[in-house]
């Protein structure tokens, strides 16, 4: 079975600080995605990577980047955390090759991080 | 744009009762299209994928889902809730543009 681990189920930052989100997962997925889940929201998607040190923006990356140095491991990083960043995070990977889609794959979940800004 | 549309953020059925979940996608392709469901305090889980082999899919936990072309339609139904249904529920689609869209998502309430 797929396994997506998130390093922190809970964590507490205060504004301006520099926070890394780490996920990795061990079914050697060549594709990476982070989210955002807010109620109502559904997920939004924040950053993707189709391969190392390969990234692509998604739907609400500002004031976010990411880092993808090996294959089984995405960083999500908030260069200077703010109170609007408080949310929950999710990682996911999804088996499949190429930059033209994804085809059927589904996609595997960490349990989430909840991040709160103070 | 792709979208999906899940009518009804909140859905309250008996124990016993059919669950519908309802899922509209907008697309000129019939995209690839999930369901997952999410329980408190952890990430989403597959409950089913449609693929083009079959219109009926079939998941876990007694859970199956219809595509409907015409309708552009993937509801979501189980014949008879339990109480460990409750939970949310999201409807997604990948359609080649290397992105998924998710729905909001639906919260199901189970009613003893």
């Known amino acids: 079975d797929v396994k997506v681990t998130q390093s922190s189920r809970y964590l507490v930052k205060r504004t301006g600080e520099k926070v890394f989100l780490e996920c990795v997962q061990d079914m050697d997925h060549e594709n990476m995605f982070w989210y955002r889940q807010d109620p109502g929201l559904g997920l939004r998607l924040i950053y993707f990577?189709?391969?190392?040190?390969?990234?692509e923006k998604g739907d609400i990356p500002e004031g976010y980047s990411v880092s993808r140095e090996k294959k089984e491991r995405f960083s999500l990083i908030l260069e200077s955390a703010s109170t609007n960043q408080t949310s929950m995070y999710l990682c996911?990977?999804?088996?499949?090759?190429?930059?033209?889609?994804?085809?059927?794959?589904?996609?595997?979940f960490g349990d989430g991080t909840r991040l709160s800004i103070l | 744009a792709q979208s999906v549309t899940q009518l009804g953020s909140h859905v309250s059925v008996s124990e016993g009762a059919l669950v519908l979940l309802r899922c509209n996608y907008s697309?000129?392709?019939?995209?690839?299209l999930f369901w997952y469901v999410q329980y408190p305090n952890q990430g989403l889980q597959l409950l089913l994928k449609?693929?083009?082999?079959?219109?009926l899919v079939k998941g876990i936990n007694g859970f199956e889902a219809e595509f409907k072309k015409s309708e552009t339609s993937f509801h979501l139904t189980k014949p008879s809730a339990h109480m460990s249904d409750a939970a949310e529920y999201f409807c997604a689609a990948e359609s080649g543009t290397y992105k998924y869209i998710f729905g909001t998502g639906t919260r199901l309430k189970v009613l003893a």
């Open positions: 697309s000129s392709v019939p995209p690839y």
């Open positions: 990577s189709y391969d190392v040190k390969m990234k």
């Open positions: 449609y693929t083009s082999a079959a219109t």
């Open positions: 996911a990977s999804t088996a499949g090759q190429g930059m033209y889609g994804l085809s059927n794959q589904p996609q595997h």
